[in-house]
């Protein structure tokens, strides 16, 4: 894959981090709150712990949320999400269950925090596929406008992920 071509299948990848001055203990508070980023993002519009899990004291790997979210191409949706990397004040990681079914996922995200001086490297990762997702509709309908398509949802993550990596340190430097 180009990063001026991409392409679904090649699962393509956004990453953003920034330095805040707070430590990681302090900026995991607000990386493990799911519904946190949906103060920050134009597209997510927060989440709960998935029934079954509701009962769980803590949050694991393998512990499910539902996240809901809203696009104005596409309208409103829910995902499932489960939990696949967890240790605390270090990373928070999830991945979204496709419309293929159960194990296979249509996206990951990661919170990645990292001691940094006297902060915390904050880094937000996704990744697109392998499964398919909502983007997969606009593919399979307009195929010839695939990279375009694509790139477009790229650069919307992007700009998400930038707000909510800016919040969490706006929020985390006004708590100390």
Not at 6 to 33: F, N
Not at 59 to 67: D, I, M, Q, T, W
Request: include cysteine.
């Amino acid at each position: 894959m180009t990063e001026d071509a991409p392409r679904y299948a090649d699962c393509p990848t956004v990453e953003v981090d920034i330095l805040i001055d707070a430590p990681p203990a302090a900026v995991w508070d607000l990386v493990s709150d799911i519904s946190m980023p949906a103060r920050f993002s134009s597209e997510f519009r927060g989440a709960r712990w998935a029934a079954e899990e509701a009962k769980e004291a803590e949050p694991a790997v393998g512990v499910c949320f539902v996240g809901r979210n809203e696009h104005p191409a596409i309208g409103t949706w829910e995902t499932r999400c489960t939990l696949t990397d967890y240790e605390v004040a270090k990373v928070f990681g999830y991945e979204v269950e496709s419309f293929d079914g159960p194990g296979v996922s249509s996206s990951a995200w990661r919170f990645t925090l990292a001691p940094e001086g006297g902060g915390t490297r904050l880094t937000q990762w996704m990744r697109m596929g392998p499964g398919r997702s909502g983007l997969s509709f606009a593919i399979e309908a307009m195929p010839d406008k695939e990279v375009r398509i694509v790139a477009r949802r790229l650069k919307e993550h992007r700009a998400n992920m930038t707000a909510t990596v800016t919040g969490i340190k706006g929020l985390a430097e006004a708590a100390r």
